[in-house]
């Protein structure tokens, strides 16, 4: 596998990951406003609709945080694990290094 075969598969990962997140906190919001119903009975189905868009967006931001700490630190833990792993002689030794 080339370097642009691991990157571009890389990449499709973490888009696939930004979109996970973003389903995910758009499903525990609309759960969320299915719970409280009967609190929004004076809520216009439009005003519904705006904050579901402006909860998108900034589940958007949320996700883009995350991904921004697995593009910096992830790669950095699992090149640190790796070296300490040649060096480790017991399998709980290895997930120990990989896990701090």
Same mark, same amino acid.
């Given at each position: 596998?080339?370097? $642009? ?32 119903? $009967? ?11 705006? *904050? ?12 883009? *945080? ?14 640190? =694990?790796?070296?300490?792993?040649? =060096? *480790? ?12």
């Amino acid at each position: 596998m080339t370097f $642009e075969d691991r990157f571009i598969k890389t990449i499709q990962q973490d888009i696939k990951i930004f979109i996970f997140f973003n389903i995910l906190s758009t499903l525990f919001r609309i759960i969320f406003l299915v719970y409280f119903r $009967e609190q929004l009975v004076n809520v216009t189905p439009g005003d519904i609709v705006l *904050c579901l868009w402006y909860g998108f967006l900034l589940s958007r931001k949320l996700s883009g *945080c995350i991904m921004a700490v697995s593009f910096s630190f992830v790669p950095y833990l699992i090149s640190l =694990s790796l070296s300490g792993l040649k =060096s *480790c002689s017991t399998n709980g030794g290895a997930a120990m290094l990989f896990l701090f």
